[in-house]
C-alpha cells in the first residue's frame, strides 16, 4: 500500500517536497514513479526513480526544477519540486511496481500501485 503526502498551497517560486512511503512491504526492487493530474486533463508522468540502480528520469517541463530521490532508512521515496509554476498545479500520485521495463516507466499502465494523491496548489 502506497500513501502520498506533504502537497500544499504555495507561491509561485516556492517549494514543496511530496513523500511516498510504502506500507507492508519495502521499495527495494520496485521502480516508483510520480505523475500528476490536473482538472481537466489526462494523467501525466513528472518523474521516477529505479529503487536498485538510482536511475532516474523526468518530464522535461521540470527538468532542473524537481528532484526523485529515495531514503532508504524511511523507505520512502521522495519528490523535492523547487521554482513551482501555477502550471504545476494538480493532484500528484506515487506509483510503484516491480515489474517495469525501463522503456515503459513513464507509462500509467506499467504501473500497478498507486498512492491515494496529494494536492499541489501554486498560485501566482
Known amino acids: 500500500q502506497l500513501q502520498a503526502s506533504g502537497g500544499g498551497l504555495v507561491q509561485a517560486g516556492g517549494s514543496l517536497r511530496l513523500s511516498c512511503v510504502i506500507s507492508?512491504?519495502?521499495?527495494?526492487?520496485?521502480?516508483v514513479g510520480w505523475f500528476r493530474q490536473a482538472p481537466g486533463k489526462e494523467r501525466e508522468f513528472v518523474a521516477v526513480i529505479r529503487w536498485n540502480s538510482r536511475f532516474t528520469s523526468y518530464e522535461d517541463s521540470v527538468k532542473g526544477r524537481f528532484t526523485i530521490s529515495r531514503d532508504n532508512g524511511r523507505n520512502t521515496v521522495a519528490l523535492q519540486m523547487n521554482s513551482l509554476k501555477p502550471e504545476d498545479t494538480a493532484v500528484y500520485y506515487c506509483a510503484a511496481d516491480r515489474n517495469v521495463i525501463t522503456s515503459s516507466m513513464r507509462t500509467i499502465r506499467a504501473y500497478d500501485y498507486w498512492g491515494q494523491g496529494t494536492q499541489v496548489t501554486v498560485s501566482s
Open positions: 507492508g512491504d519495502t521499495f527495494s526492487g520496485y521502480v
